[in-house]
């Protein structure tokens, strides 16, 4: 079974937790490429914020309402992908240089959705780990952070610099806690268990859900 076909059964499953009338926060990715269409069909009195500027264009081009994100202290549901998603629910996100935004959205939303084809879930977190990181004194942010490289990427949606840790994760409650703690680093890829409602894996023909909250 395709890759592709997984991911759209799984964004099409997480399309039918939208009601009406809810606010809805769009992730970025291949994934939610799927999911804009499964929405759009069922033509939802929904208003949404955008993770990036190419969803906020795909979604108006397909006649779903996106809004700033400045007009909401709160989302009823968020629904993004994962690069990697590991047993105990922590996750590796970022690889569309969008983390920053999905990160602050996933934490908005009442019930945050990972939607994922069969491939992102794996047994340990393995690097790269996606961040961003300010311009502003940016050498000196890159000398303390030991096993980084920036990305030959865009800048990230708010101007920051993109770049990957490519260090031993192990403990991801303490990288976590490193990595925020280190000055012009804007937020890092790596997001916990407690801020995940709901995993939707897209395994063959079906669907794997899984709650953790």
Same mark, same amino acid.
Request: aromatic share 4%; glycine share 10%; charged share 25%.
């Given at each position: 079974? $395709?890759?592709?076909?997984?991911?759209?059964?799984?964004?099409?499953?997480? *399309?039918? #937790?939208?009601? $009406? &009338?809810?606010?809805?926060?769009? =992730?970025?990715?291949?994934? +939610?490429?799927? @999911?804009?269409?499964?929405?759009?069909?069922?033509?939802?009195?929904?208003?949404?914020?955008?993770?990036?500027?190419?969803?906020? %264009? *795909?979604?108006?081009?397909?006649?779903? %309402?996106?809004?700033?994100? =400045?007009?909401?202290?709160?989302?009823?549901?968020?629904?993004? &992908?994962?690069? %990697?998603?590991?047993?105990?629910?922590? @996750?590796?996100? =970022? &690889?569309?240089?969008?983390?920053?935004?999905?990160?602050?959205?996933? *934490?908005?939303?009442?019930?945050?959705? +990972?939607? *994922?084809? $069969? $491939?992102?879930?794996?047994?340990? !977190?393995?690097?790269? +780990?996606?961040?961003?990181?300010?311009?502003?004194?940016?050498?000196?942010? !890159?000398?303390?952070?030991?096993?980084?490289?920036?990305?030959?990427?865009?800048?990230?949606?708010?101007?920051?610099?993109?770049?990957?840790?490519?260090?031993?994760?192990?403990?991801?409650?303490?990288?976590?806690?490193? !990595?925020? &703690?280190?000055?012009?680093?804007?937020?890092?890829?790596?997001?916990?268990?407690?801020? /995940?409602?709901?995993? #939707? /894996?897209?395994?063959?023909?079906?669907?794997?859900?899984?709650?953790?909250?």
């Amino acid at each position: 079974m $395709s890759v592709e076909r997984e991911k759209r059964i799984a964004a099409e499953a997480a *399309a039918e #937790l939208v009601g $009406s &009338g809810m606010t809805v926060g769009l =992730g970025t990715g291949s994934t +939610v490429a799927y @999911l804009l269409p499964a929405l759009a069909r069922r033509e939802l009195s929904i208003r949404c914020v955008a993770t990036s500027p190419r969803t906020e %264009q *795909a979604a108006r081009e397909l006649g779903i %309402q996106v809004e700033p994100f =400045g007009g909401f202290d709160r989302l009823d549901i968020a629904i993004d &992908g994962a690069d %990697q998603i590991a047993p105990d629910g922590w @996750l590796v996100k =970022g &690889g569309g240089a969008a983390h920053t935004r999905e990160k602050i959205v996933a *934490a908005a939303a009442d019930r945050f959705v +990972v939607i *994922a084809d $069969s $491939s992102k879930p794996v047994d340990a !977190l393995r690097p790269p +780990v996606p961040l961003e990181l300010l311009e502003y004194g940016l050498a000196t942010t !890159l000398r303390r952070l030991a096993d980084v490289r920036r990305r030959d990427v865009p800048r990230s949606p708010d101007g920051g610099v993109i770049a990957d840790y490519h260090g031993e994760i192990g403990d991801p409650v303490r990288l976590a806690a490193d !990595l925020a &703690g280190t000055p012009g680093l804007v937020e890092h890829g790596l997001f916990p268990p407690d801020l /995940v409602a709901t995993i #939707l /894996v897209g395994r063959g023909d079906s669907v794997e859900r899984r709650d953790l909250a």
